[in-house]
């Protein structure tokens, strides 16, 4: 609530008139509040009528291989947690651990910069009504997939790469799938998955994609996570006029 506000009923009244398109408009969405019928989402509740933040629940960012791609990251994430936002990230692009740098170092992969973000989410508070949260996205075949999975388990491995404070989530093939049921159903099944490099387009490792499967599946009984992007459906799902534009999906939201 805000200001003068001393039940939530204030605060139906309030967000109904800010987002309304006329009185009669106003008066049915504070209606059907107070009935409970729907309810505004937490940025549109808490900011609808005021000053402050934004009346967006969530945004998504991608992060582009290089280091002001990166900074460039921490800084939107900053301002969009300040403003109220979730946000969701992808890093299928940033190069896997080990890759040359364009200065000849090696670079240090996905995970360490994710400990950054993972610290500016305590570190920033969604406006005055809750802390940053943000959920990390990577791509199945992404080198750096099997520490990934395990980056929000608080047990085994270095602590230094653990990201507790964020949330992340998988972005699955239908290619991937199909090994897993055939691995499944067939004895002996070749189900041998490639972790491909963004940056150069080689193959780093090669992975028993059922292997994978089994050590996603029980992370998220462990600990509800990750989340999971099944792509091609998604893709497939799009609006013709944006497909005949090229689009394409690479994540989704908190």
């Known amino acids: 609530m805000v200001g003068a506000e001393t039940s939530?009923?204030?605060?139906?009244?309030r967000a109904a008139t800010a987002f309304a398109d006329d009185d009669e408009h106003a008066q049915r969405l504070y209606d059907y509040a107070s009935k409970l019928w729907f309810m505004f989402s937490t940025p549109v509740l808490s900011n609808g009528g005021t000053t402050r933040g934004l009346p967006i629940s969530c945004f998504l960012n991608y992060v582009d291989d290089s280091?002001?791609?990166?900074?460039?990251?921490?800084t939107e994430n900053a301002f969009l947690s300040s403003v109220g936002g979730g946000i969701g990230g992808c890093w299928n692009g940033v190069r896997s651990v080990g890759s040359k740098t364009s200065n000849g170092s090696e670079s240090t992969g996905v995970i360490p910069f994710l400990k950054v973000v993972d610290a500016e989410m305590l570190a920033f508070s969604q406006g005055v009504t809750r802390r940053g949260s943000y959920a990390a996205y990577l791509d199945m075949s992404h080198p750096e997939i099997e520490e990934f999975l395990d980056v929000r388990k608080p047990t085994g491995g270095d602590i230094n790469r653990k990201s507790t404070n964020l949330h992340h989530a998988v972005v699955v093939p239908d290619r991937f799938m199909q090994l897993i049921e055939g691995a499944t159903k067939q004895e002996g099944f070749d189900d041998s998955w490639s972790l491909i490099d963004p940056h150069t387009n080689q193959v780093v490792k090669t992975v028993s994609a059922k292997t994978l499967w089994v050590k996603l599946i029980q992370n998220r009984v462990e600990t509800g996570e990750p989340y999971i992007m099944f792509e091609d459906t998604v893709q497939n799902a799009l609006p013709s006029f944006q497909k005949e534009l090229g689009l394409k999906v690479h994540h989704s939201n908190l």
């Open 67 to 74: 280091r002001e791609g990166i900074t460039g990251h921490y």
């Open 8 to 13: 939530p009923q204030d605060a139906f009244a």
